[in-house]
C-alpha cells in the first residue's frame, strides 16, 4: 500500500468514525443492550433525585404563594403547588424502580410535562400578566429553570431537543397569551434561554460521551471492540436464567484459532492483532443480533445463542468453520496473505445445568477437537448416567471434514 493510498484509508476511516459518533449521541437506536439498560440506570437515579429536590423546593415555596399573592389567587396556586410537589415525588419514588431505558426516559418526560402544566396554570391564575415585575418574575422564570436542570442527564441530542420542545413551546404559547412575545425584554429572554440551553446540551453530551467511554473501557475487548470476558459472562448469565424461565433452548460455543501461536511467532503480533480483528469481523456478519460474542481469552471466542433449537446450532457452525476457511486475511507491512481455520466446542442447555456447566462441556468439546485434527466442531452429549452430575465427559464427536491443508 502506497503513501497515497494509506492516507485515503486512514481519510476513510475518520470519517467512518465522525459518522458513527454523529449517531451514537443523535439517538439511542444503535447504543447496545447492556449500554441502554446500563444508562437506565444511570437516569433513573438522577430522575429520582431531581424529582424528590424539586418537588421539596416546590413545596417550600407554598408560604411565597400565600403571603405574596393576592388572597383570590394564592390559595389556588398554592394548592396547585402542593399537587406538583406530591407529583414530584410519587415520581421520585417510582422511577427508581424502572429497569429500562425507555422507562427511565418516560418518567423523565412526565416530570417536564408536570411542572410545564403547572407553569401554565401559574400564568392563567396571574391573567397572563403583560408586565412581569416584583414576585411575578419567581414565575416567569420557570421555563429557564426547567431547561437548565436537564444538565444533569447524560441524554442524546434528540432526547434533549424534545424535552427543551415541551419547554419552548409552552413558553412561547404563554408569552403569546400575555402579549409579549415581540416585547425587547422577551426577546433578550429568548436569547438567553436559548444560550443556556446550548450551554445544557453540551454537558449532556459530554457526560454522555464519558458515560460511553467509561463503559466501552469496562465492557469492551480494546484490541476487537467485542465484549471482554467479564461483560460476556454477565449477559451471558442474564440470558440464560430467562431462557431457563421461559422453557427456551441455549446454546453455548466456544471457539478457538487454529495454532495462532504460529501466526506471532512467524510475522509477529501486529499480525496476530489481524487476525484476530478479522477473525471477530467475520463472525460479527454471521451471528444474529440476539447472539451474544465475546473473547473469552486469547485467540479463544465464545458465543452464547438463546432461543434456537439444536438442529441449527450445527447450521451455524458449518457456516462459521466453511467461512473463516475461506477469508484471506491480508497481513499488516507484508505482502503476505494467509487464511486461518477455527475449531468449535458446542454445549446444549439440559435441565439442571448451570452457566459453568455449559461453559465447561463446551470447554470439554473443544478439547476433543484439538486433538481429533482441529478444523471441526463437536458436540458434547449428556449420557443418561451423567446426566444427573452434568459432568461434561461424555462427548459425541459431530465432525464436518475439512481441507487442513492451510494454517490452522
Known amino acids: 500500500m502506497n503513501l497515497a493510498q494509506q492516507a485515503m484509508s486512514v481519510t476513510n476511516r475518520i470519517k467512518k468514525l465522525s459518522y458513527l459518533y454523529l449517531f451514537e449521541i443523535w439517538s439511542s437506536e444503535k447504543h447496545t443492550a447492556s449500554f441502554k439498560a446500563t444508562r437506565s440506570q444511570y437516569l433513573s437515579v438522577r430522575v429520582s433525585m431531581l424529582s424528590m429536590v424539586w418537588g421539596t423546593l416546590v413545596l417550600l415555596w407554598i408560604p411565597i404563594d400565600l403571603l405574596f399573592l393576592s388572597a383570590d389567587i394564592g390559595p389556588s396556586i398554592a394548592?396547585?403547588?402542593?399537587?406538583?410537589?406530591?407529583?414530584?415525588?410519587?415520581?421520585?419514588?417510582?422511577?427508581?424502580?424502572?429497569?429500562?431505558?425507555?422507562?427511565?426516559?418516560?418518567?423523565?418526560?412526565?416530570l417536564i410535562v408536570c411542572v410545564n402544566l403547572?407553569?401554565?396554570?401559574?400564568?392563567?391564575?396571574?391573567g397572563f400578566p403583560g408586565q412581569i415585575n416584583g414576585i411575578l418574575y419567581g414565575y416567569h422564570l420557570l421555563p429557564i429553570i426547567h431547561v437548565a436542570m436537564l444538565t444533569i442527564?447524560?441524554?442524546?441530542?434528540?432526547?434533549?431537543?424534545?424535552?427543551?420542545?415541551?419547554?419552548?413551546?409552552?413558553?412561547?404559547?404563554?408569552?403569546?397569551?400575555?402579549?409579549?412575545?415581540?416585547?425587547?425584554?422577551?426577546?433578550?429572554?429568548?436569547?438567553?434561554?436559548n444560550l443556556v440551553a446550548a450551554m445544557v446540551i453540551w454537558s449532556q453530551l459530554s457526560k454522555l460521551r464519558m458515560m460511553m467511554q467509561m463503559y466501552?473501557?469496562?465492557?469492551?475487548?480494546?484490541l476487537t471492540g467485542i465484549y471482554n470476558r467479564r461483560q460476556i459472562l454477565t449477559l451471558a448469565q442474564r440470558t440464560f436464567e430467562r431462557c431457563h424461565r421461559e422453557g427456551a433452548p441455549f446454546t453455548v460455543m466456544l471457539l478457538d484459532i487454529d495454532k495462532f501461536k504460529r501466526v506471532n511467532d512467524t510475522w509477529?503480533?501486529?499480525?496476530?492483532?489481524?487476525?484476530?480483528?478479522?477473525?471477530?469481523?467475520?463472525?460479527?456478519?454471521?451471528?444474529?443480533?440476539?447472539?451474544?460474542?465475546?473473547?473469552?481469552?486469547?485467540?479463544?471466542?465464545?458465543?452464547?445463542?438463546?432461543?434456537?433449537?439444536?438442529?441449527?446450532?450445527?447450521?451455524?457452525?458449518?457456516?462459521?468453520?466453511?467461512?473463516?476457511e475461506k477469508?484471506?486475511?491480508?497481513?499488516?507491512?507484508?505482502?503476505?496473505?494467509?487464511?486461518?481455520?477455527?475449531?468449535?466446542?458446542?454445549?446444549?442447555?439440559?435441565?439442571?445445568?448451570?452457566?459453568?456447566?455449559?461453559?465447561?462441556?463446551?470447554d470439554?468439546?473443544?478439547?476433543?477437537?484439538?486433538?481429533?485434527?482441529?478444523?471441526?466442531?463437536k458436540v458434547a452429549e449428556l449420557s443418561v448416567a451423567d446426566n444427573k452430575e452434568l459432568s461434561g465427559k461424555n462427548v459425541l464427536p459431530f465432525q464436518l471434514p475439512l481441507n487442513n491443508a492451510r494454517l490452522r
Open 79 to 110: 394548592l396547585a403547588r402542593f399537587s406538583l410537589g406530591t407529583i414530584l415525588m410519587a415520581i421520585a419514588y417510582k422511577s427508581r424502580d424502572t429497569t429500562t431505558l425507555k422507562g427511565a426516559l418516560n418518567y423523565l418526560y412526565l
Open 118 to 126: 403547572f407553569y401554565v396554570y401559574s400564568m392563567w391564575m396571574l
Open 364 to 377: 470439554s468439546a473443544l478439547y476433543q477437537c484439538k486433538n481429533g485434527g482441529r478444523n471441526c466442531f
Open 268 to 324: 509477529g503480533h501486529s499480525s496476530g492483532d489481524k487476525v484476530l480483528q478479522s477473525f471477530t469481523d467475520f463472525t460479527q456478519e454471521n451471528l444474529r443480533v440476539t447472539d451474544l460474542f465475546g473473547r473469552y481469552g486469547g485467540e479463544e471466542f465464545v458465543i452464547f445463542v438463546p432461543h434456537t433449537p439444536k438442529e441449527h446450532i450445527p447450521m451455524l457452525a458449518k457456516r462459521l468453520l466453511t467461512g473463516l
Open 153 to 193: 442527564f447524560p441524554i442524546t441530542i434528540r432526547e434533549s431537543l424534545t424535552l427543551m420542545a415541551i419547554t419552548a413551546v409552552t413558553q412561547v404559547s404563554v408569552d403569546h397569551i400575555s402579549g409579549i412575545l415581540f416585547s425587547p425584554e422577551n426577546l433578550a429572554n429568548y436569547w438567553l434561554q
Open 327 to 362: 477469508l484471506d486475511i491480508h497481513l499488516p507491512h507484508t505482502n503476505k496473505t494467509i487464511n486461518i481455520t477455527t475449531s468449535i466446542g458446542i454445549s446444549y442447555s439440559e435441565p439442571g445445568d448451570t452457566l459453568s456447566s455449559l461453559i465447561e462441556r463446551a
Open 216 to 222: 466501552r473501557q469496562a465492557t469492551l475487548d480494546p
